[in-house]
């Protein structure tokens, strides 16, 4: 059973509809989760002299270590000297059990170089990822001693680990032989302006680049950098009983997708990194970036007026610079250094060897007892004259929730949803679509997930129950406040069916109405058992549906279809007590096949049905029968091939109780599929004025 009690507020521009499901993650690959709690604070000093050569001598001594400015007790004490060169030990591989972090003494690995190479295969493209292990390979053969345990990692559609901690130089370079350049999952850039479709239409309107609005893109990439960004804070977290000072070489070509969409998760990760002593060096693939306008004989020319405008040459170095915002946030957060134009990749490798040739690992015990959940900064002194020491900058503190009364709980939340610090003890991902309701005005179903496993239940016999808190605010350009959600759910389970959520997925939604215009959102989910809280920042673009043209909704990606409308025995209590039924809104993502359950990030197998539902606007009247008369189909895309075509679809009805929009629900086989990323286009035409629409959207196939 399900209860709810829901508060309204009289700025509030939002209407709610709660469905909570156990819903299986079929679409993504299983993450393991580490968790090592320690209440001992470790940071590793790099020391050099005036001439930048490295200290080698000092002793426990001279160090001070402060802690927002306090001074603290050193309880922990080593000195980890690598010499370039250096050889010796048998070959010891370390490996780690995926539910447990690696066990291994701080005596086994003294003195060692821990480097982990994480290869982004999604964001690469193959003579990017060709290039990248080449230059690993050329470190592990040519430079590379016993004093180096390495692990080789992969992200493509989740986390893959191909070779844990090892000095044997064989092992390593076996792992990156089987890295291939058809691997990667991103095909040659190009600039895409404007949708091409597959066959170009006749009588298909041409747009100005301007008035191209295509939200599904920046959605996808949303949660696909988060998927990223979780793939980095979980492999920090599995070497955090490793004392020693690891250094992580990320890969990539960029993050698409900066600024406050993934604010949270960047911090979170950082924060992971420096709870376990490691640093990050991100390297964008793509080195030193010759951008020709309009284009090369690699990317196709953009269409409309922005080649001549300027504005095509603009949004190419704006893309460039925020692709790269993310690695530098990532680095300069974690001590490390970002590469952005490196032609060579071996320099990267020789910064990683200079760094930990000689360093000094401190550890104390916080003077600050307080679970505030607050960043402490760190700062180490020593005694020694002219030499200057390097460390991370601080890390942040633990939070207790059991000891918080009814009201510091009511204001906590509200401080977080108010705040710009992330919280990601409770992971989420949340995707936001938009549908016309009138002229003015936009319905924007906001979908929710979480993992069921991060939930706490409290056992009552044959019964266990959960509690959860929702809270989620637009604001627009202005920082005004255009609407507020907020909800708390009890969740009643037979403990069967816990059993089963643990490896499932919690589904909550909500709706708003927006203006067109831009806004920020801040989505707030707190345990209200453990107290653990997860945050969700993301920007929502919602565009001018008029009806004056033929247009389309957000297009929606789903696997499954369930009964629709809220559950029976939902129970919604207003703030004076009295239970009653939400407002009678409608909610986008009721069909009359039943509810959709959007695919968050579009991750699908591909032994699943791909459901896709849209709604068209603008559509003529057929003069003979006065309803709609759109066709409609599918094309899924793999390197700018046609791969898979649904059957031709046809609309001839409005929708219930609308005369002004009509609902599209196809759907695609994906059985057979060859795993990686694709892209979906939808075409609608009607037939009535001979125009039509197109709509692309990214997806994975695994």
């Known amino acids: 059973m399900l209860s709810h009690s829901r508060q309204r507020r009289p700025q509030t521009a939002s209407c709610l509809a709660v469905l909570l499901l156990l819903v299986g993650d079929a679409g993504a690959q299983q993450v393991p989760t580490f968790r090592v709690e320690s209440n001992l604070v470790v940071v590793d000093v790099t020391a050099r002299d005036a001439a930048g050569r490295l200290a080698p001598n000092l002793r426990s001594e001279d160090f001070r270590v402060y802690e927002d400015g306090v001074p603290q007790r050193i309880v922990t004490f080593s000195r980890e000297s690598i010499l370039s060169g250096s050889s010796g030990g048998a070959v010891r591989t370390l ?140 492999l920090a977290r599995s070497y955090r009983d490793l004392p020693q000072r690891k250094s992580l070489i990320y890969f990539s070509a960029g993050m698409g997708t900066t600024g406050t969409e993934n604010l949270a998760l960047v911090r979170a990760t950082v924060a992971a990194a420096n709870r376990s002593n490691l640093t990050l060096y991100t390297v964008d693939t793509r080195g030193l970036s010759n951008i020709v306008p309009g284009g090369d004989s690699a990317r196709g020319s953009p269409r409309g007026i922005a080649l001549f405008s300027g504005g095509a040459v603009l949004r190419q170095d704006a893309q460039l610079l925020s692709s790269q915002e993310t690695l530098v946030s990532l680095a300069h957060g974690t001590g490390g250094e970002s590469f952005l134009d490196a032609v060579e990749l071996g320099a990267i490798f020789d910064r990683v060897v200079a760094d930990t040739q000689t360093y000094y690992v401190l550890g104390y015990v916080s003077r600050n007892r307080k679970e505030d959940g607050r960043f402490r900064k760190i700062e180490v002194r020593t005694r020694r004259a002219g030499i200057r020491l390097e460390h991370r900058p601080g890390y942040l503190a633990a939070r207790s929730f059991s000891r918080l009364s009814s009201k510091e709980r009511e204001r906590q939340i509200e401080e977080v949803l108010g705040t710009d610090r992330p919280f990601f003890d409770l992971p989420l991902m949340v995707q936001a679509s938009y549908f016309r309701k009138d002229a003015s005005t936009c319905l924007v179903p906001l979908s929710v997930r979480l993992a069921g496993s991060e939930l706490q239940f409290d056992e009552r016999e044959e019964r266990r129950d959960a509690e959860f808190e929702f809270l989620a605010r637009v604001t627009d350009k202005k920082g005004r406040i255009a609407g507020i959600a907020r909800d708390t759910v009890d969740v009643r389970l037979p403990r069967q069916s816990v059993e089963k959520l643990q490896h499932g997925q919690i589904f909550y939604s909500t709706t708003f109405e927006l203006r067109p215009g831009d806004y920020a959102l801040r989505v707030v989910v707190r345990d209200n058992l453990s107290g653990k809280l997860g945050t969700f920042e993301q920007t929502i673009s919602v565009p001018v549906l008029d009806g004056k043209r033929l247009q389309t909704s957000s297009v929606i990606l789903a696997s499954r279809l369930v009964g629709g409308g809220v559950p029976a025995r939902v129970r919604h209590r207003e703030s004076g007590g009295n239970a009653q039924a939400p407002p009678a809104r409608p909610d986008p993502l009721d069909t009359e096949q039943g509810r959709l359950i959007p695919s968050i990030g579009n ?100």
């Open 603 to 702: 991750v699908f197998l591909n032994r699943q049905t791909l459901y896709v539902y849209f709604q068209v606007y603008g559509a003529a009247e057929d003069p003979s029968s006065g309803d709609p008369s759109l066709e409609t189909n599918l094309v899924l895309i793999r390197n700018r091939a046609s791969v898979l075509e649904s059957e031709a679809g046809v609309v001839r009805r409005w929708a219930s109780g609308r005369r002004d929009l009509a609902t599209v629900v196809l759907s695609l086989p994906l059985r057979g599929l060859r795993r990686g990323s694709y892209t979906l286009q939808t075409h609608a035409r009607d037939t009535v004025t001979d125009t039509n629409v197109f709509s692309r959207v990214p997806l994975v196939i695994n």
């Open 95 to 234: 490996t780690y059990d995926p539910a447990a972090p690696p066990s291994a003494s701080r005596t086994d690995l003294k003195d060692t170089r821990l480097i982990v190479l994480f290869f982004d295969l999604a964001s690469l493209t193959g003579e990017e990822l060709l290039r990248s292990v080449e230059a690993a390979e050329e470190f592990v053969t040519a430079r590379s001693s016993r004093k180096d345990l390495l692990a080789i990692a992969t992200y493509s559609s989740g986390l893959s680990v191909a070779q844990h901690l090892t000095n044997d130089p064989r092992l390593v370079l076996r792992a990156l032989g089987e890295i291939k350049p058809t691997d990667a999952g991103k095909p040659p850039a190009e600039i895409v302006e404007t949708p091409e479709p597959v066959e170009d239409a006749e009588n298909a309107e041409p747009e100005p680049v301007e008035d191209v609005y295509i939200p599904d893109e920046v959605q996808f990439d949303t949660f696909n950098t988060d998927r990223r960004l979780a793939a980095l804070a979980t």
